[in-house]
């Protein structure tokens, strides 16, 4: 059994993918208060948001559980509409030897992909990250849609 692996997921929103994609380059300072329900805290460390090397970290809830990670974006492509994050610090390297975060967007569609690691065969795939991750996402939509 591989150690590493990839897990993807794509969500359709109606507001339009390029806007979904805008937040998580130029506003991710306020995705905080557009989930307040998920993430309970937002700090930046390093770096300007929306910038390579951008450091912040997060305070958020999945599966009812309170966790701590510390992210950098490593690489933005506008092309793509894509922002990969490197995870640095926090819980998901206690399960994981590395972890990265893609998101892309295009027309209606934000794709997600996890990229990683695990320290152990027995540790599971992160399928509740990304059904945490598509709730943040569908969280954004009905931002966008109130607007």
């Not at 995705?31 to 805290?41: Q, V």
């Not at 700090?43 to 951008?54: D, L, N």
């Not at 598509?134 to 109130?146: A, G, Q």
Request: with cysteine; aromatic share 10%; glycine share 6%.
């Amino acid at each position: 059994m591989s150690l590493k692996g990839k897990l993807i997921g794509s969500v359709e929103v109606k507001c339009g993918g390029h806007s979904v994609h805008d937040v998580f380059h130029t506003k991710t300072h306020h995705i905080r208060n557009i989930s307040p329900r998920l993430i309970n805290h937002f700090e930046i460390h390093e770096g300007e948001v929306g910038k390579i090397g951008v450091v912040v970290s997060l305070k958020y809830i999945e599966d009812g559980k309170e966790k701590f990670d510390k992210v950098m974006i490593k690489d933005i492509n506008p092309q793509n509409k894509s922002i990969t994050w490197k995870v640095i610090e926090g819980d998901t390297l206690k399960l994981y030897n590395f972890f990265t975060i893609i998101t892309s967007s295009e027309d209606q569609w934000i794709t997600i992909i996890f990229e990683y690691e695990k320290k152990a065969e027995d540790i599971s795939e992160p399928l509740s990250f990304l059904g945490y991750f598509l709730s943040v996402i569908k969280d954004i939509e009905s931002h966008l849609l109130e607007k």
